[in-house]
């Protein structure tokens, strides 16, 4: 069977940028409002209401797996696709009583000033995130910077934001 959580995410473009703010897990789409409502009081949030977004992430699956050789998409910053292809037989992982979900992402320095992050994927348990690490560590594009793989793990529908922004 394949799952998923719901990932919130508050993306907006003003005059100078775009911004994305990554606002938690979940899988119960009743707490994502919730989150989005408490979220409404603070600066910044309230100024682009409409920028909340909420997608389906497949759970234990590498969304990217092929490194770093090159600069990809917006300077400094790769995001995930906006939709990820999520089967329509998946389940959401409420069925698996999952209290918290591990991601997992890689961080390197292209230049002195700009760092690039990508988000690898989203898993059940430490010890599978720590096998796709183990495994992306050997590929070419990731074997130059191994250690920099990032593991966190994140409790579902808790917040991950705790003020407002300008």
Request: glycine share 6%; net charge negative; hydrophobic share 35%.
């Amino acid at each position: 069977m394949d799952y998923f959580v719901y990932a919130l995410e508050h993306i907006y473009t003003d005059d100078n940028h775009r911004d994305s703010k990554f606002l938690g897990y979940f899988d119960d789409l009743s707490e994502i409002e919730k989150e989005k409502q408490r979220l409404l009081f603070f600066r910044g949030f309230s100024d682009y209401p409409h920028d909340f977004h909420v997608k389906k992430i497949g759970l234990n699956k590498i969304n990217w797996q092929y490194g770093f050789t090159e600069i990809v998409g917006e300077i400094g910053r790769d995001y995930l696709p906006e939709d990820d292809f999520i089967p329509s037989y998946s389940q959401v992982v409420t069925k698996l009583n999952l209290k918290t979900v591990f991601k997992v992402s890689h961080v390197y320095t292209i230049h002195s000033f700009l760092d690039d992050e990508r988000e690898i994927g989203v898993f059940s348990d430490k010890k599978m995130a720590n096998d796709v690490v183990n495994f992306l560590q050997q590929k070419v594009g990731f074997d130059e910077y191994p250690d920099d793989f990032i593991i966190t793990e994140i409790l579902l529908n808790d917040w991950q934001w705790s003020a407002g922004f300008e």
